[in-house]
């Protein structure tokens, strides 16, 4: 089977993460396939930009047509000094991201005592600075029902956790990380097992509205939202990046959207013109 060279694979991820790239720049024939398939999106004409329209269907035709079921990874063994013939026949499915996805699971956090049960067990998750928890079990792995899940887009901000303690005064929660990526379908799994809401914390911009909409909203509908704090408006007047929302393409119909709260941060990023790290509250301690 065909392999992508490291150069498409970066452009690949670049579209993947929401950014737009110069058409120019993109003249291979993968993405010419893609652009056919409907999978990638040509804006104008020989000068026009490529954006990524359906994440959902950009996996699965990576995984079907290169055997590359995790893009973060595939790119990383490439990037290795010493790779070796075999390396690259590995980073495929049926050998290296098999096996190391193969380790399932993801990681939680806390910024004070959570009570679980893990295999029908009481237990509690006790916060440590510099450690956090692997749910390796997950299929077993039962939070409180009082708690709500938040997930975090950075690992940054899940790292500073209680430097953002401030902003979930109302709720119990307990922390899930996004990444690494290949855990995603692990977290889509546990969540859906689980009766408690789901709340979503990443950057207010249009990339992780595409991200929460795509990846988590439209599992778990009717117990999913989107964290938006009040003073959004003030905040992306202040601290908001202009070129984080020139590179940004929503991926997916306003009239789609239900949640108020989203629909207005939408709004307000056009509105502004800007996007928005989750990290400015690390600075904004209270």
């Known amino acids: 089977m065909e392999k992508l060279s490291l150069s498409i694979a ?17 003249q291979q024939a993968i993405f010419r396939e893609l652009i056919i398939e409907k999978i990638l999106h040509k804006t104008g ?13 950009f996996d699965l035709y990576l995984q079907n047509h290169y055997s590359i079921i995790n893009l973060d990874e595939y790119i990383l063994v490439l990037k290795q ?37 893990i295999n029908q067990k009481r237990t509690f998750l006790h916060p440590m600075p ?18 709500t899940i938040v997930g975090i887009e950075n690992p940054e901000s899940f790292r500073y956790i209680e ?7 109302d709720i119990k ?3 899930i990380s996004r990444y690494p990526q290949n855990q995603h379908a692990d977290i889509i799994r546990w969540l859906k097992s689980i009766p408690n809401t789901y709340l979503h914390f990443g950057d207010f911009d249009i990339a992780s509205i595409n991200i929460y909409m795509n990846e988590f909203k439209k599992h778990i509908p009717d117990r999913c939202s989107f964290f938006v704090p009040s003073n959004i408006a003030e905040l992306l007047e202040r601290y908001g990046n202009d070129e984080r929302y020139n590179k ?8 789609d959207i239900s949640e108020e709260m989203v629909i207005e941060l939408i709004k307000l990023i056009h509105q502004h013109k800007k996007g928005l790290d989750q990290e400015v509250f690390q600075i904004l301690i209270r």
């Open 130 to 147: 510099g450690l956090f928890h692997f749910v390796y079990d997950f299929e077993n792995f039962v939070p409180n029902e009082q708690l």
């Open 163 to 169: 430097k953002q303690k401030y902003l979930f005064n």
């Open 248 to 255: 940004q393409k929503l991926h997916i119909n306003v009239t």
């Open 81 to 117: 000094e010493s790779i070796s013939r075999a390396d690259l026949i590995g980073i495929s499915t049926d050998s290296k991201l098999t096996k190391s996805r193969s380790f399932k699971g993801f990681l939680v956090n806390c910024y004070e005592p959570i009570e679980v049960r």
């Open 173 to 175: 929660p307990l922390f």
């Open 45 to 57: 004409k020989s000068r026009g930009h490529i954006l990524l329209l359906n994440i959902e269907q």
């Open 10 to 26: 970066e452009k690949l991820l670049l579209l993947r993460n929401g950014e737009k790239i110069q058409a120019s720049r993109l």
